[in-house]
């Protein structure tokens, strides 16, 4: 079954995280220092937030499946959606282990399309996305800020 997911850079995160534990009537799933995420049921999202990226706001959205005939399914679409993709393949992302590809809707929002396969102790990498976007700013999903 498919899961919506919505990945939401914010400021302050021990705030962020209270407003929505009230908001979704649950604590998170995962929490880090500078990520937390929750698997909603009711509505069905994978909703996460973290503060390493400089971008507030939503950051991306997508489509998590939980089998890879799911994932072939989704991928046969961003594919029939005539325009870029980006085939990320096995990645680590968000202190997960995931296979995943990326697209921009036409006015530059960022989906990915993926499949989680495990944990990981580290945020982990994250692609070139520039290039799917339209947006002038930085794309990154999965980087957390780095020090100049």
């Known amino acids: 079954m498919k899961r919506l997911h919505v990945h939401v850079g914010v400021t302050d ?3 962020s995280i209270r407003f ?5 009537g649950a ?3 995962v929490t880090k220092d500078d990520y937390a995420k929750w698997m909603v049921d009711d509505p069905r999202v994978n909703f996460a937030i973290s503060s390493g990226n400089p971008h ?8 998590q499946v939980d089998d890879r005939a799911e994932l072939a399914d989704v991928y046969a679409r961003l594919k029939a959606a005539d ?11 968000c202190y997960a282990k995931s296979e995943k590809s990326w697209i921009a809707d036409p006015d530059g929002v960022l989906w990915e ?11 982990g990498d994250s692609p070139e996305l520039a290039s799917l976007s339209s947006s002038s700013e930085p794309v990154n ?7 100049a």
């Open 13 to 15: 995160l021990p705030s």
């Open 56 to 63: 507030k706001g939503i950051e991306h959205l997508g489509i």
């Open 83 to 93: 325009r870029p993709v980006l085939e990320e393949g096995c990645t680590t992302c």
């Open 20 to 24: 929505y534990s009230t908001l979704f």
């Open 27 to 29: 604590d998170p799933t």
């Open 113 to 123: 399309a993926f499949q989680t396969t495990g944990s990981a102790t580290v945020y």
């Open 141 to 147: 999903c999965c980087a957390p800020a780095v020090a």
